[in-house]
C-alpha cells in the first residue's frame, strides 16, 4: 500500500487525499488531487510542483479541475513547472484535466520527468483553445511547452509546442491542426508499453495517432474539435492505460 511520506505546500498550491476505494472492489494508488486556490494562471504568477514516488510504490497525480490559463496584462507569462522523480520499481500516473487558455494568455509550462528503467509513467496533457460553447475564439495568445523524460539519466522523450499570434488561425493550418479546438498527448514509458499499442489505436479517433517511437516508449497525439469529443476518446483510453478507474475529479 502506498502512503504519503512528506508534504510541503505554499502560495496557493492545495493538495486533496480523497478515499481511491471503488465500489468494484480495485483499489487505486494513492491519489493526490493538485488544487489551486487562486482559479487560473495569469501573466507573472508561478507554480512550482516536485513529487518523488518511493521504490516500489504508485502515485496518482490529477487535478481537482480544468485549469485556466487567463489574459495576461502586462509582458510576463505565467509560469507552471513540474518536475517528478520516479524510483525503481514504482509508478507515477500524471493525470491532470484540461489545460484552458483563453484569449490572450501567455503560458510557459514544463514537464520534467527523471525515471528508473523498471519504473513506469503514464502521462496525458489536455488543451483547449476556448471554449466553443461559449463562443471563444483564442486570436492572441502565447504558448511554450514542454516535456522532458529521462529514463537512468538518459535523454528517452522530449516534445516541445510553441504556439504565438492568432493561435486559431495557425490550427486552422491542415499541417498542424486542422481546425481543431482541443488536443492532448499521451505517453506510456513502460518495459511492456509495445502490447498497449493495437488495442490503444482501436480507441482512437481519425484525427489521432500512435506509435511506438522507442522501445518501451508509446507515444500518442489527440485532436478534437472541442473538449467534450476530446473527452469522448481521452475517458476510454486512459482507463485502458491505467488500467483502473480513473480519479473521481474526471467525472465531476
Known amino acids: 500500500m502506498s502512503v504519503l511520506d512528506d508534504l510541503r505546500l505554499s502560495g496557493s498550491s492545495r493538495v ?11 483499489t ?4 493526490a488531487v493538485l488544487l489551486n486556490t487562486a482559479g487560473g494562471i495569469t501573466g507573472g504568477d508561478q507554480f512550482d510542483i516536485t513529487t518523488h514516488t518511493g521504490e516500489g510504490s504508485h502515485l496518482t497525480l490529477t487535478t481537482q479541475a480544468a485549469e485556466r490559463a487567463y489574459r495576461s496584462i502586462d509582458a510576463h507569462m505565467g509560469r507552471l513547472d513540474s518536475s517528478l522523480h520516479i524510483s525503481p ?5 500524471w ?18 520527468v527523471e525515471m528508473h528503467s523498471t519504473s513506469r509513467f503514464l502521462m496525458v496533457e489536455p488543451m483547449i483553445f476556448g471554449r466553443t460553447a461559449m463562443g471563444e475564439t483564442v486570436q492572441s495568445m502565447e504558448l511554450f511547452d514542454r516535456i522532458t523524460v529521462k529514463r537512468d539519466g538518459e535523454l528517452l522523450f522530449a516534445d516541445r509546442v510553441k504556439l504565438c499570434g492568432h493561435a486559431q488561425n495557425h490550427l486552422n493550418r491542415a499541417a498542424i491542426a486542422g481546425g481543431a479546438r482541443a ?13 498497449y499499442l493495437d488495442t490503444l489505436r482501436s480507441y482512437l479517433p481519425q484525427t489521432a495517432g500512435a506509435s511506438m517511437i522507442r522501445d ?7 485532436l478534437a474539435s472541442d473538449g467534450h469529443a476530446l473527452r469522448q476518446s481521452l475517458l476510454p483510453t486512459l482507463t485502458y492505460l491505467n488500467g483502473a478507474d480513473l480519479p473521481r475529479t474526471w467525472m465531476l
Do not use: V
Open 216 to 222: 518501451g516508449l508509446l507515444f500518442a497525439r489527440i
Open 183 to 195: 488536443m492532448a498527448t499521451l505517453l506510456l514509458a513502460a518495459p511492456d508499453a509495445d502490447r
Open 28 to 31: 487505486a494508488a494513492l491519489q
Open 16 to 26: 486533496l487525499f480523497p478515499n481511491a476505494n471503488y465500489p468494484n472492489g480495485r
Open 89 to 93: 520499481n514504482a509508478r507515477l500516473d
Open 95 to 112: 493525470l491532470p484535466q484540461e489545460t484552458i487558455l483563453f484569449d490572450g494568455a501567455a503560458l510557459s509550462r514544463s514537464l520534467t
